[in-house]
Antibody, heavy 117, light 106 residues
C-alpha cells in the first residue's frame, strides 16, 4: 500500500526557513515523479515543484529561487527546503506521487506551514 | 503559464441530479487534463485523467470529456458522498489547477 507522510510544518517568521519531509512507503521515491502541491487556507490548489526519477527539478514561478526539492534515496524520503519564506507561502503542503508527470495519483495528508511574525 | 477557469464556482443540486462542471484552458492542452475531488479537511483524490479516463476504483457515475481548450466533468446521479470541491488541472506544461467548483446538496 502506498503511503506518504509529511512532517516539518510549523510556524516560522517571514524571511525564515523550513524543511518539509515526506516519508514514503509501498513504492520507491527515486523511481517516480514526486511533487509538492500546496493549498492556502480556504483557497484552491497550487502546484509547487516536481522532481523527476532522473533527477530533473522544476518549480512554480512563485517559489523559484527560494524553494528546493530533493530526495534521499536510501531513506525513501522527499524533501522541500523553503527559504526566504513570505506570508503568502502560508498553506497546507501536500507531498504527492505522480503516475506520470502531472497526474497525481497518491497524496499525503498534508502539513501546515504558517509564515507570520 | 496556462490559466484554467471553471464554472460554476459553486452549485447546489438534489440527490439523483445530473451535475455538470466546465473547465476552460487559456490555450490548447490536447487531452492533458485531470479532475480531482477534495472533501473538507482531506487531500485531493484523482477521479479522471487524460480528460476522460476513469481512475481505478472511482464510481462510474463520474465522467469527463473534451479536448483542446474546453472540458466537461459530469456526475450522472449526485450522491450525498459527492459533496466536495472539484478541481480541473492541466499538465500540458507545468501543472496548473482551476479555481474549483464547490458542490452541495440542495
Amino acid at each position: 500500500e502506498v503511503q506518504l507522510v509529511e512532517s516539518g510544518g510549523g510556524l516560522v517568521q517571514p524571511g525564515g526557513s523550513l524543511r518539509l519531509s515526506c516519508a514514503a512507503s509501498g513504492f520507491t521515491v527515486s523511481s517516480n515523479y514526486m511533487s509538492w502541491v500546496r493549498q492556502a487556507p480556504g483557497k484552491g490548489l497550487e502546484w509547487v515543484s516536481v522532481i523527476y526519477s532522473g533527477g530533473s527539478t522544476y518549480y512554480a514561478d512563485s517559489v523559484k529561487g527560494r524553494f528546493t526539492i530533493s530526495r534521499h534515496n536510501s531513506k525513501n524520503t522527499l524533501y522541500l527546503q523553503m527559504n526566504s519564506l513570505r506570508a503568502e507561502d502560508t498553506a497546507v503542503y501536500y507531498c504527492a506521487r505522480d503516475t506520470i508527470f502531472g497526474v497525481v495519483s497518491d497524496w499525503g495528508q498534508g502539513t501546515l506551514v504558517t509564515v507570520s511574525s | 503559464d496556462i490559466q484554467m477557469t471553471q464554472s460554476p464556482s459553486s452549485l447546489s443540486a438534489s440527490v439523483g441530479d445530473r451535475v455538470t462542471i466546465t473547465c476552460q484552458a487559456s490555450q490548447d492542452i490536447s487531452n492533458y487534463l485531470n479532475w480531482y475531488q477534495q472533501k473538507p479537511g482531506k487531500a485531493p483524490k484523482l477521479l479522471i485523467y487524460d480528460a476522460s479516463n476513469l481512475e481505478t476504483g472511482v464510481p462510474s457515475r463520474f465522467s469527463g470529456s473534451g479536448s483542446g481548450t474546453d472540458f466537461t466533468f459530469t456526475i450522472s446521479s449526485l450522491q450525498p458522498e459527492d459533496i466536495a470541491t472539484y478541481y480541473c488541472q492541466q499538465y500540458d506544461n507545468l501543472p496548473t489547477f482551476g479555481p474549483g467548483t464547490k458542490v452541495d446538496i440542495k
